[in-house]
């Protein structure tokens, strides 16, 4: 925009050096187009630093929204851990069991099979599935280390 500006200040500076011999109606043609192009510089820039104002809004918003989907994604990722998705799939003979570990998070796929028996994470190695409960074994429970 200031470069537009310059040029109209230059060429109104050009006008006032030219004779039109006494051409008034030239001579007021040429100012009125100087004075145009002044106007659309002005405006131009009043249109610039609108859209900057607008872009710094936007900015502002963007960050509020961050925040936001950070405290509402964090806050679901913490209901998930309290009780773990546990999904019961039958194939062939028995059910397959899958679901994440609830201390490390890792995904684990094992066969339902009859008996006694206990699940242990192969990434972290406690126990996350009890055969006697049928549940998954509560965070709390083997957390001790």
Avoid: H
């Avoid at 936001?68 to 028995?94: M, R, V």
């Avoid at 996350?128 to 280390?145: F, K, M």
């Amino acid at each position: 925009m200031r470069e537009l500006r310059e040029k109209a200040a230059y060429m109104r500076g050009i006008l006032e050096g030219i004779d039109f011999n006494g051409d008034e109606r030239q001579q007021r043609l040429w100012e009125n187009l100087i004075d145009f192009c002044d106007g659309l510089a002005d405006e131009l820039g009043e249109l610039s630093d609108s859209q900057n104002e607008f872009a710094d809004y936007i900015e502002a918003i963007d960050e509020d929204l961050a925040t936001l989907e950070k405290y509402f994604y964090n806050n679901q990722d913490e209901d998930l851990d309290e009780s773990p998705e546990i999904i019961f799939t039958s194939e062939g003979e028995g059910r397959v069991v899958e679901m994440n570990c609830p201390f490390c998070d890792q995904g684990v796929y094992f066969k339902d099979e009859m008996g006694e028996y206990e699940v242990v994470c192969p990434e972290c190695g406690k126990v996350i599935w009890n055969s006697q409960q049928r549940e998954a074994t509560p965070a709390s429970r083997n957390d001790v280390l």
